[in-house]
């Protein structure tokens, strides 16, 4: 069954530095997600994505974040400059699209990237 | 703006019991979805069971049923013959059907099977 991947499964960064969180979604998949769970906290959403733009953003997702599909393959969440508050578990997802392009329903989640900044 | 409460933070159940987790959802949205996902220690979010709201039948996937009361914005998971492999943390989460596919999610429930 086809699934969503994620490297690195773990990545430990400096405050102040820059992270690139790399996801593959589904090959077939056209709308692509970041969440965040802070550890013991709820899953928030950071962005989506669909045609190679920004189809809706938290206000989490401020201008440290970028998200780019670089190559017909990956998804990536880039933070430019980190901070003690970025660490958390960071989930990509992937889903479909309709006949209308709208996303469906289902979302597919990867196994997440743990990012602790020291 | 959507919200998703689950004012059970942790339960705990027997195995082969059964065991509902409670979710309420507000929103003036008429056309959305709902989900459970499944968090077990892995952190690999899971998906359980979907709801369409514009259904009325509530949505079954094997041991896994829903309770869908949209006039009361209520949507809760019955778990039934309870197996230790269940033990996870249980997210409800809401989706609007637009053209973001955001999804807002609970706070979760800590679940564990006891043998």
């Known amino acids: 069954e086809p699934e969503v991947t994620q490297t690195p499964s773990h990545q430990v960064t400096q405050m102040g530095q820059e992270v690139i969180l790399r996801c593959v979604p589904i090959?077939?998949?056209?709308?692509f997600y970041w969440y965040r769970q802070i550890l013991g906290q709820k899953v928030e959403f950071l962005v989506s994505?669909?045609?190679?733009?920004?189809?809706?953003k938290s206000e989490i997702f401020d201008d440290q974040f970028s998200v780019e599909r670089p190559d017909g393959s990956n998804f990536t969440l880039k933070i430019r400059s980190t901070k003690l508050e970025d660490s958390a578990m960071y989930f990509c997802?992937?889903?479909?699209?309709?006949?209308?392009?709208?996303?469906?329903?289902?979302?597919?989640f990867g196994p997440g990237t743990r990012l602790t900044v020291l | 703006a959507q919200t998703v409460t689950q004012s059970q933070p942790e339960m705990s159940v027997q195995e082969a019991e059964t065991v509902t987790l409670s979710c309420t959802y507000d929103t003036s949205e008429s056309n959305y979805y709902l989900f459970w996902y499944k968090q077990p220690p892995s952190r690999q979010m899971i998906l359980v069971i979907r709801q369409e709201a514009y259904k009325q039948q509530n949505a079954t996937e094997n041991r896994f049923s829903v309770n869908f009361q949209k006039a009361a914005k209520s949507f809760s998971l019955k778990i039934s013959d309870s197996q230790l492999g269940d033990t996870a943390m249980y997210f409800c989460?809401?989706?609007?059907?637009?053209?973001?596919?955001?999804?807002?999610f609970g706070d979760g429930t800590t679940l564990t099977v006891k043998p």
């Open positions: 090959s077939n998949h056209l709308y």
């Open positions: 994505f669909y045609n190679n733009e920004i189809s809706e």
């Open positions: 997802a992937s889903s479909g699209a309709t006949s209308k392009e709208l996303p469906t329903d289902t979302q597919y």
């Open positions: 989460a809401f989706m609007k059907r637009s053209n973001a596919g955001k999804s807002t």
